[in-house]
């Protein structure tokens, strides 16, 4: 499987940069997909990478541009060459938006407050090929919003001094220590409400299940008065109140007697006495 542009560390991605910018037209993509045996869309993404996270300088970057818009230009004519350009303009607002990751700040300003006296920010950055804009944005992210602890922000102010006039360091570290000290304590702040919170929300949920324990507990009581009910007075259950009204309905049946019907002879007057009435079938 093939290398995509993570696979390449910051120092690769600065001279694969560098060698594109420094090339002539006619040299390519395919060139550098070739040489470092890589697809297309790699080495796009490694030269965005440049750009972006302030791998290469503003002044490499705008090379890089004009590079790819002249490039552009030749393949696709003018609608390309603008699509190039907004392309550009796209990517440096996003590289001055950039910043590294926390655990990233937190390495790259704890590895520059530890390191020797005679490495100072220049060194430091061409070392780790940012620009000076990106490590000043870095270091101040970890002190001021408290990445790092109390002992590297102090080795970062000594840092600062060995290098620096105390006139200038002292005011700028102090106004960072403020900040820091500020947002420490609205951290904390936040912190604190995020743990009441937490209890509410664990007590509610502990109410909850007692009073879900209460109403089982109810319930099964509640059973078992009615299965003792049962057992001890004999009280009958659905089922046999069923079965009970079914037998005395069969019973009710049974003891009803039949309908009788008299037979009359043919030569028999058919006629009643009712109420003193002769009364007569036959008109």
Avoid at 128 to 154: C, N, P, Q, Y
Avoid at 207 to 221: H, N, S, T, V, W
């Amino acid at each position: 499987m093939g290398r995509n542009a993570k696979d390449f560390s910051r120092y690769d991605v600065k001279n694969i940069a560098l060698e594109y910018a420094s090339s002539e037209d006619e040299v390519s993509a395919s060139y550098f997909c070739e040489t470092y045996n890589i697809t297309e869309g790699v080495f796009y993404s490694i030269i965005k990478r440049a750009v972006v996270e302030s791998i290469v300088n503003e002044e490499t970057a705008h090379v890089i541009a004009k590079k790819a818009s002249r490039n552009s230009a030749a393949r696709g004519g003018e609608g390309g060459r603008i699509r190039s350009v907004y392309k550009h303009e796209r990517l440096m607002r996003e590289r001055k938006k950039f910043e590294f990751t926390i655990k990233e700040k937190i390495w790259y300003a704890t590895q520059y407050a530890k390191s020797p006296s005679y490495v100072d920010v220049k060194t430091f950055i061409v070392q780790h090929s940012m620009t000076r804009e990106l490590f000043d944005r870095t270091v101040r992210s970890a002190i001021v919003d408290g990445h790092v602890s109390d002992i590297v922000a102090r080795e970062l102010f000594g840092k600062a001094l060995q290098h620096n006039k105390e006139e200038r360091v002292r005011p700028f570290f102090d106004g960072l220590f403020a900040e820091r000290q500020t947002n420490m304590k609205a951290k904390k702040e936040h912190e604190r409400q995020i743990r009441v919170k937490s209890r509410e929300r664990s007590k509610e949920r502990k109410e909850k299940q007692l009073m879900e324990d209460d109403e089982e507990m109810a319930r099964q009581k509640h059973q078992e008065f009615i299965q003792l009910g049962i057992q001890d007075f004999g009280i009958p259950d659905e089922m046999e109140e069923q079965l009970d009204s079914l037998n005395m309905k069969n019973l009710e049946v049974e003891d009803v007697e039949p309908l009788c019907y008299e037979t009359f002879d043919e030569d028999e007057d058919v006629s009643e006495n009712v109420l003193g009435e002769q009364l007569s079938f036959l008109e």
